[in-house]
């Protein structure tokens, strides 16, 4: 097997260093988008029949990246390390899959952000206006509680179930969006902080196959 030198050797072990870190990255977006996803505030509202899911959608995509990550970034070192031109195409194909997964997570987080919103105050609107639905009734105080907060009108349905409130407390509608900006939010810096990230990555492994194959055919 040939063995590159000089320069393009630096460039293999900071092929590897990099894949290391992205394989540790890999690991801080699963967890992120783990807790994303299992998060007893966001589960808690969004339960119950006729909840959104929009909003997980884009967790979904988060958890699927990271998860492709770690797997690429432990293949991309043995890559570097083995020297395979196969290896680190591969390596620079599956990085360009995630690269489009993290930015369309990215791009889904600020681009539905206010879709999203828009439908999880919607369901709060319905379980709130709807007092003789038991079920509605629960859903309304998770929001209550969860959220500090109570009503989204000056409807007499939002005073009587909010009638023990401080007149002080903030209108659900108002923590709805604040809160879930926070968690788009996150979702998007990610998204397309690591994609930025792994352009590095794509530049070091297609330096490094084009060398070893120079390499190989001036042997």
Known sequence: ????????????????????????????????????????????????????????????????????????????????????????????ACLLIIFGAEIAAGVFGFMNKEQIVEEVQKFYSSSIADVSNSNATAIASIYHKTLNCCGGSTSDTSNTLCEETAEDTQDCLTAITGFFDEKLHIIGYIGIGVAGVMIIGMIFSMVLCCAIRNNREVI
């Open 1 to 92: 097997m040939s063995k590159v030198q000089g320069g393009m050797k630096c460039v293999k072990y900071l092929l590897f260093v990099f894949n290391f870190i992205f394989w540790l990255s890999g690991l801080f977006v699963l967890a992120v988008g783990l807790w994303l996803r299992f998060d007893p505030e966001t589960v808690e509202l969004l339960t119950g029949d006729g909840a959104p899911n929009t909003f997980f959608i884009a967790v979904y995509i988060l958890l699927g990246a990271g998860g492709l990550m770690m797997i690429v970034g432990f293949f991309g070192c043995f890559g570097a390390v083995r020297e395979s031109q196969c290896l680190l195409a591969s390596f620079f």
